[in-house]
């Protein structure tokens, strides 16, 4: 199970289940927040255009029973796109300097937590999924973890599964920084234009995301995009842990928080 966690309570997180079978890994389920998950457990199809994705606390019991349902077994490894520790911190961590110094030369440097962001939150989320038997995995031999939680961050991931130079441009609020000349239409196009070629990535890993990409002119307002990005973090953070059980991702950080990176792809 992947999570592309909010810092806050008041913004959706995006939720992926994927799963090894036959044909390789498959995604079973992707949502744009955390209610949205937990109804397609009960059999309600996610309305991407009309529906209304809301923040709320991640519930983890639930998001974990919900997980079962739909895989019909329970999930080993949660990969999760939020600050998160064994020890308390209100401020930068050597993992958020790590990834800063090996990937802030490429537009991919860490974003700085403080006391309130994440803070309670992400803690409680670490405890939760902790009591849960997932404890949070910042080094030492993977190939030894079966059950556990991870840290992951999309955009030196997207570096990795893009075979990209420099940090993909597809964040909808930063969109007036990314193209200031361009009028609202034709950044819907540009954000759409990035999020096919991640979508188009992903679907070659696993067999396909379940995220409905719309056409351009079927959007109405900027905000409506925010939804399918979520989806597709989420989906880039299961993309990781799919790396990672494959030994295929590095640590950047201590023994008491680490952000998992997949390796450069060589082929």
């Not at 309600?44 to 983890?60: C, E, H, L």
Request: net charge positive; hydrophobic share 45%.
């Amino acid at each position: 199970m992947a999570i592309d966690a909010a810092w806050t309570c008041t913004e959706p997180s995006g939720v992926a289940l994927l799963a090894s079978q036959d044909q390789g890994w498959q995604c079973l389920c992707v949502a744009p927040s955390y209610d949205a998950f937990l109804a397609c457990a009960k059999g309600s199809p996610i309305d991407w255009v009309n529906g209304r994705f809301q923040g709320s606390k991640p519930d983890v019991p639930r998001l974990l029973r919900a997980a079962a349902t739909i895989a019909q077994e329970d999930v080993d490894l949660v990969a999760v796109d939020m600050p998160v520790a064994t020890v308390p911190f209100s401020a930068r961590r050597a993992a958020d300097n790590a990834i800063s110094a090996a990937f802030g030369g490429r537009g991919c440097s860490a974003h700085s937590p403080s006391a309130s962001r994440p803070g309670t939150l992400g803690a409680g989320l670490t405890k939760s999924f902790c009591d849960a038997g997932y404890p949070l995995v910042a080094g030492g031999d993977t190939v030894r973890v079966r059950r556990g939680m991870i840290e992951v961050y999309p955009h030196p991931a997207l570096l990795s599964l893009l075979r990209a130079s420099y940090r993909i441009p597809y964040k909808v609020q930063k969109s007036t920084r990314y193209w200031p000349a361009l009028g609202v239409r034709e950044r819907v196009a540009c954000l759409l234009n990035q999020f096919t070629a991640i979508h188009q990535a992903l679907s070659a890993e696993i067999g396909g995301t379940g995220v409905p990409l719309p056409q351009s002119d079927g959007i109405s307002a900027l905000a409506t995009l925010k939804r399918y990005e979520d989806a597709l973090d989420a989906l880039v953070c299961g993309w990781v842990a799919v790396q990672f059980t494959a030994g295929n991702a590095a640590a950047y950080g201590d023994a008491t928080a680490a952000v998992w990176v997949p390796k450069p792809k060589l082929t």
